[in-house]
């Protein structure tokens, strides 16, 4: 029985990565940058906004410098708040397994999205109070798959139930490589689930799902 369980958030509670692609897209219309959907499934799934851009530029040769990133990750932030705005799609089976883990289960997230819009979908689910910590890209300067954020999120949650916890007291539920390869290396076992990527590529985690429900604590 896990002390806690550490949830990624696009992919894993949230089908955002069409919106993501999408309000993407919107900020780079001006900038005449386009990608189809295959192009962002290989290149870009499971990176912050930050590397993200750094990704884009390396296919596109375009460099993006970071005063440009500071001025565009707001106006896609912007792009995807108004379109979760007018629905926020759950992945199939978390909201049963949050309602029902929260019941004696700590939870907490450590995901590469933006704090703003992860606090706007968990508002808007009513679901803000079942997390704590909550880690996002603004708190931890190397994204997945680095292990700095799942470590970040184990110190927090060690303080709030005073120490005892260790970090394979920990499930970590991811959908990409970079996830699983962050969690393992901060110590955690790892439930991936294959929303995002095949099941084949994978493997690294502990358990490897279809889809969350198949999954029994």
Known sequence: MFKAIVFDFDGVITDTEPVHMQAWLQVFAPLGISFEKEEYDRYYLGFNDRDFLDAVGRTHNRAFMSD?????IPIKLKQSLKLLNKEIPLMKGVQEFVERSSKNTLLAICSGANKEEVYFVLRQLGWYE???PI???????RGKPDPEGYKLAWTKLRERIGGDLKPSDCLAIEDSPKGIAAARAAGMKCLAISNSYPATTLQQADWVVKSISDFKL
């Open 68 to 72: 440009e990133k500071a001025k565009l």
């Open 130 to 132: 079942f997390f704590d």
């Open 135 to 141: 880690v996002t890209q603004e708190d931890v300067i």
